[in-house]
């Protein structure tokens, strides 16, 4: 049998134990299931994605904004607010 040696988080593993131990399964037969899913499906069992608000240029545009609201040069424009309660 292959062993894998891995970093993980303190908290992070020991949230994981936490769970697994609730679902009454070890740590190891918890990767081992990871790893069988993957091997079977051939893709990883979850979607990853990236937060398109934490883009490099996402980031670059709010800052960009947040030094012209600091030098007062932002044109802010103020909506009338509507009372729909009638």
């Known amino acids: 049998m292959a062993q894998i040696n891995l970093r993980v988080d303190d908290e992070v593993k020991k949230n994981a134990e936490?769970?697994?131990d609730e679902i009454g399964i070890s740590l190891s037969a918890a990767i081992n299931?990871?790893?069988?899913?993957?091997a079977r499906d051939r893709r990883i069992p979850f979607e990853l994605t990236a937060d398109p608000f934490y883009s490099e240029g996402n980031i670059k545009y709010l800052e960009q904004k947040f030094q012209a609201y600091k030098d007062n040069k932002l044109n802010l424009l103020e909506k009338e607010l509507i009372d729909y309660e009638d």
């Open 33 to 38: 299931i990871y790893l069988k899913k993957v």
């Open 18 to 20: 936490g769970v697994f």
